[in-house]
Antibody, heavy 121, light 111 residues
């Protein structure tokens, strides 16, 4: 069974750095796209970025380019989402997703349970 | 800000048919596939329609998708209480270097 298991909730202060993780189980981690979706409180879904672990090809949404960094550690089938300096507006639920891309669309077939990030002074 | 526009809400009584629209442009819906996701309260989303009108296994045939030009629709027939959720369309957008966008989302309420 395919599973994406995310790290636990985080409470941080503005300006701090943060790395959250997502470990894939039950499938070939390196040959499936893995991405991140943000959901701010009471709001809709927003694509942040997506990466192909085998060759580290990464695509960022223009809204998130330069704001976050995606990375992976293929040896432990884990994807990461990194912030170097958090802002209060980064407070949100973050989902990691497994996705299938075919040149005309992206099919998210598995979602992690979500990691809630709260940034407050 | 999303480039795919959905009505904020839709509602119906049990057994009725509800339709949700998703309006885009030639760079997204007009030239790429549309996907629909259901998000039940307090849960992660799950896909209900892919490639415009295909249903993943396990999704009831009460859910159907269609597309015409730069708009797409999700229909839920025989509405049930467990269909009360937020629904999001999504599509690849050629103007974003082949990146995807989600719609603004529609809250479906079963009266």
């Amino acid at each position: 069974e395919v599973q994406l298991v995310q790290s636990g909730a985080e409470v941080k202060k503005p300006g701090e750095s943060l790395k959250i993780s997502c470990k894939g189980y039950g499938y070939s981690f390196t040959t499936n796209w893995i991405g991140w979706v943000r959901q701010m409180p009471g709001k809709g879904l927003e694509w942040m970025g997506i990466m192909y672990p085998e060759d580290s090809v990464t695509k960022y949404s223009p809204s998130f380019q330069g704001q976050v960094t995606l990375s992976v550690d293929n040896s432990i089938s884990t994807a990461y989402l990194l912030w170097s300096s958090l802002k209060a507006s980064d407070s949100a639920m973050y989902y990691c997703v497994r996705a299938l891309r075919d040149g005309s669309g992206t099919y998210i077939d598995n979602w992690g349970q979500g990691t809630l990030v709260t940034v407050s002074s | 800000q999303s480039v795919l526009t959905q009505p904020p809400s839709a509602s119906g009584t049990p057994g009725q048919r509800v339709t949700i629209s998703c309006s885009g442009s030639s760079s997204n819906i007009g030239s790429n596939y549309v996907y629909w996701y259901q998000q039940l309260p307090g849960s992660a989303p799950k896909i209900v329609i892919y490639r415009d009108n295909q249903r993943p296994s396990g999704v009831p045939d009460r859910f159907s998708g269609s597309k015409s030009g730069t708009s797409a629709s999700l229909a839920i027939s025989g509405l049930r209480s467990e269909d009360e959720a937020d629904y999001y369309c999504a599509a690849w957008d050629d103007s974003l270097s082949g990146f995807d966008v989600f719609g603004t989302g529609t809250k479906v309420t079963v009266l």
